[in-house]
């Protein structure tokens, strides 16, 4: 056992040591600090961490040295030196080797601090820090990449500034066929010139230059012209690429030099009729109409309407999702044949003015004393208990405009409006139309103090022709029935 004075003696000693463990690791980082700004090596980042490691596992040893009294412990811990070795060995196996790799990269130095690098993985980044275990990049993302020493130095590292004090940045332009390849690759070195960022970092036997633009490649839409920029290991690339990139763009813009982008050729029947761009647009402008096709409500000629629905969609020159959504209007509209009248033929055609299409579905219904006499009915009870939905609305209104005048009086319905009187082969009466956005303002204002105006208005919220058409209108005169619907694509449509 230890005694007072031992004790106090001991402590004093440990309290020494790693005092003198603090100021060696200050010392250390104060000497290296000094060196690298003279040269920031990559060996100089190494040595400063493997100085750190050797003062503190001196001062452990000191430390363990001063201790007397547990000396007999220590060396019972260590009586199985075979096994403890063993174990020892197994678990520091991947630090002994990341050390050891390290150390191969001080030796080899296939890359230096601040180095721009690229590994064989694709990844690319700036070489930021060396430990003994780890490398340090910094990617373009600005990202921070720890790899271990001993998997990068299995790799293959491409160094973009391999042998020089700077970093570099390759830089690749497109330009179209027809611009003048001299011109732009002028321009791009002026550019590189000119920036505050870039210095002569090219070693020729004239001293140091800038890297030539080079002509490398007949790519499948465009010319590539590459060339290497250097510039300070203290610049960000980022702040580089963007300096560089912008002085190219618009030395472009100013000189005629296209940057090609990809782009639809439309490939018109009569190419000859087609001289430009803007013959094309004007084409478009110009008011389109398709054939009439007739479909039935057994679903006869539907998917023929739907094709050529789309293909005149793709000829106004509509989106994807704008031809997209015109083929759902047809489709709805098309279910509207089956859901509100029956077994019927229709004559289908849609028509474009400008931006503006407005799809149409004409209907000849027979009145029949049976439907008419199911019509009255209806609107005796004043209520359609089977109308379900925003398709059973319109379906309800349609059986009120096609009642005789006395009983259509007694059931008045929102969005209809009376248009005026008609003859028909001598005999008098009346022709209405229902609007969808005159019934949407009408229920609009009525949905919060009454119920059924509530509910017809939750049920046009669902309904997808409702969303995406700007109007539907239902006209009838006599029993003809024509049903339109309106939509504008506005400005997102591309030949605007």
């Known amino acids: 056992m230890l005694n007072r004075e031992e004790i106090i003696s001991t402590g004093v000693m440990i309290i020494g040591i790693l005092i003198i463990m603090y100021l060696l690791i200050k010392l250390n980082h104060f000497v290296f600090k000094k060196l690298k700004k003279k040269k920031a090596g990559l060996h100089m980042f190494f040595l400063e961490r493997i100085n750190y490691v050797v003062i503190v596992i001196g001062a452990i040893i000191a430390v363990f040295t001063v201790i007397g009294s547990i000396k007999y412990v220590w060396r019972t811990m260590l009586g199985g030196t075979a096994i403890v070795s063993a174990v020892v060995a ?36 700036n070489v930021m820090d060396i430990t003994m275990r780890h490398v340090v990049i910094n990617t373009i993302d600005n990202e921070m990449l720890v790899i271990p020493n001993s998997k990068l130095n299995t790799m293959t590292i491409k160094n973009y500034s391999y042998h020089s004090s700077y970093r570099s940045h390759l830089f690749k332009f497109a330009i179209a066929y027809h611009s003048d390849a ?17 210095v002569p970092g090219k070693k020729t036997r004239k001293g140091m230059e800038y890297a030539p633009v080079y002509f490398t490649n007949f ?35 100013i000189n005629n030099i296209e940057i090609p982008y990809p782009f639809v050729n439309i490939v018109d029947r009569d190419p000859d ?38 293909k005149f969609g793709m000829e106004s020159l509509l989106s994807r999702k704008e031809n997209l959504q015109l083929r759902l209007l047809a489709e709805e509209l098309f279910g509207m044949i089956r859901t509100i009248l029956g077994e019927v033929d ?37 209520k359609n208990d089977a109308v379900n939905g925003f398709m059973g609305q319109i379906k309800d209104m349609i059986s009120v405009m096609l009642l005789p005048i006395d009983e259509n009086e007694q059931k008045y319905q929102v969005g209809i409006i009376r248009m005026g009187m008609y003859d028909e082969r001598g005999s008098g009466g009346r022709s209405y139309e229902w609007s969808m956005q005159k019934y949407m303002s009408e229920i609009e204002t009525k949905k919060d103090k009454n119920a059924d ?44």
């Open 90 to 125: 197994f678990a520091a196996q991947d630090v002994i080797k990341d050390v050891l790799a390290g150390l191969m990269i001080i030796i080899n130095k296939p890359f230096e601090i601040g180095n721009r690098i690229e590994l064989e993985n694709g990844i690319a980044g």
């Open 453 to 496: 105006a509530s509910e017809a208005w939750d049920e046009l919220e669902k309904s997808i022709v409702a969303s995406i058409a700007d109007d539907i209108k239902i006209g009838i005169k006599g029993n003809t029935i024509e049903m339109c619907i309106y939509k504008d694509f506005g400005e997102k449509n591309v030949f605007e």
């Open 182 to 198: 001299r011109k732009a690759m002028q321009l791009i070195k002026e550019a590189v010139i000119e920036s505050d960022y870039t």
């Open 273 to 310: 009729s087609l001289k430009n761009t803007e013959e094309i647009k004007e084409i478009r402008k110009i008011k389109g109409k398709t054939d009439e096709m007739v479909i039935t409500s057994k679903g006869v000629g539907m998917d023929i309407a739907l094709n050529n629905t789309e």
């Open 219 to 253: 790519d499948d839409s465009s010319l590539r012209l590459i060339t290497t920029v250097y510039f300070e290991p203290s610049t960000a690339s980022q702040t580089v690429m963007t300096d560089i990139n912008l002085r190219v763009k618009y030395a472009f813009e």
């Open 346 to 382: 229709a004559i289908y055609w849609i028509e474009r003015e400008n931006k503006d299409f407005k799809m149409h579905l004409n209907a000849d219904i027979v009145m029949t004393r049976e439907i008419r006499n199911q019509l009255l009915n209806v609107s005796s009870t004043g």
